[in-house]
């Protein structure tokens, strides 16, 4: 045999023997095994495992030993995620009838898969995302051979920040409009599951919820606010069925909460020039709805006309006299923005331009008596008269008490 068919005859030999020291390992490997049957080895092969960091693959015979899938996040854990832990050989059901502890306890269901590889352990309620959880293997979790963890095995998880309410519309305090609709904005994809318990309004006012998108959720009162009255506000926090929760399962942590004062309807009438009324109102009101609302007794000869959304002129054919009062009577209902409607108003009453008029600001009368009050930086009295005047026989005909007079005529 030529020395080039020798070398071929012992290449062959050599294939021979690694095929036949293979075929020995598999046959021992899997002869030594009583629990992991063809079965199990047909789900192992055709069980596609989660991508996960490098770790350990499963064997048998070995120390068991344990990890987290790479999927989860212990720096931003879902409060309703679950925790899915791998092991490197196939553990015993029997051994630990609950495999998986944590501080602070929290309630849940544990599966295995098939295997006895994968174990996973859902919570039956949301976690508080003000907690940090610690989850450990129970100490008494065998391998089916009888083998223990070394040492102990626990992951520390933080749960996922819950979300936030960004602004609410119309903003808190004073409202000088009477609002139907308030709208809540949050950061992040909420949940659009409503319940009338999410939100609370003190004293009682009637209510819908709805959610315009999936990050505002809308208020919509059934009636407008009393003015003069305030009222206090409630999103529902925690982890109950009646709390707020984001698309991402975390929930609104703490109550939010914020108030609202609504300032009385007022009007305020006054004399422009000798033939105009302005009528101002400090909430903005529906033009075309409210109409010309007003009569005037005794009756004027003139002409109601908006000037803006906040106030209404009345402009007489004549000048209006100032010997006289009149009287602004409500024939149909003030409709405001939000069309809400104000029936009622107290008495306005008002006369035409007086010939001769005190203009301080800084002189009012007193809310005790008829009697004006000035501030005590007073410096100068203007008095305003309605057509031109000799000044020389003015300044004659004004006078001030002296304080002696004054306190003889209060005697």
Do not use: C
Request: aromatic share 10%; charged share 20%.
């Amino acid at each position: 045999m030529s020395h080039k068919s020798r070398l071929y005859v012992f290449a062959v030999l050599l294939t021979i023997i690694g095929l036949v020291f293979n075929l020995g390992n598999v046959v021992v490997s899997a002869a030594s095994s009583d629990v992991l049957n063809s079965e199990a080895l047909s789900t192992l092969t055709s069980t596609q495992m989660p991508t996960m960091t490098s770790t350990p693959s499963m064997q048998m015979g070995v120390g068991p030993e344990a990890w987290l899938d790479a999927a989860i996040d212990p720096e931003q854990f879902g409060p309703m995620e679950a925790l899915t832990i791998h092991f490197n050989t196939r553990m015993s059901l029997e051994s630990s009838p609950h495999p998986i502890l944590s501080w602070p306890n929290v309630d849940g269901v544990h599966s295995w898969d098939n295997t006895h590889t994968i174990l996973t352990f859902t919570p039956s309620s949301a976690l508080d995302s003000r907690k940090t959880y610690t989850f450990f293997l129970d100490p008494a979790l065998r391998s089916t051979d009888g083998k223990t963890m070394k040492g102990s095995v626990e992951w520390t998880v933080h749960v996922q920040r819950g979300p936030k309410v960004q602004s609410v519309s119309p903003q808190p305090g004073s409202l000088d409009q009477r609002y139907r609709l308030i709208e809540v904005h949050f950061d992040r994809k909420m949940k659009s599951t409503i319940s009338q318990k999410m939100v609370s309004i003190e004293p009682r006012v009637d209510f819908k919820l709805n959610w315009a998108g999936n990050r505002i959720l809308q208020v919509i009162l059934q009636q407008p606010l009393d003015p003069d009255q305030r009222y206090d506000l409630t999103l529902n926090g925690g982890s109950n069925q009646n709390a707020l929760f984001a698309a991402d399962g975390s929930y609104l942590a703490e109550d939010y909460r914020w108030f609202y004062w609504q300032k009385p309807f007022e009007i305020k009438a006054e004399m422009l020039t000798e033939k105009t009324l302005t009528v101002k109102f400090n909430y903005v009101l529906d033009q075309d709805k409210s109409g010309q609302p007003f009569s005037i007794s005794p009756l004027l000869d003139g002409e109601w006309k908006w000037f803006s959304s906040q106030e209404i002129r009345f402009t007489a054919r004549e000048p209006i006299p100032a010997s006289k009062e009149f009287t602004l009577e409500l024939v149909q209902p003030l409709v405001d923005s939000n069309g809400f409607e104000t029936s009622t108003i107290p008495t306005i009453s008002f006369t035409g331009i007086q010939p001769v008029r005190l203009v301080n600001s800084n002189i009012v009368r007193s809310e005790y008596s008829d009697y004006l009050v000035a501030n005590l930086d007073v410096q100068d009295i203007r008095i305003e008269f309605s057509s031109p005047v000799n000044h020389v026989s003015a300044e004659k005909t004004f006078s001030l008490p002296s304080n002696r007079q004054r306190r003889h005529k209060y005697r």
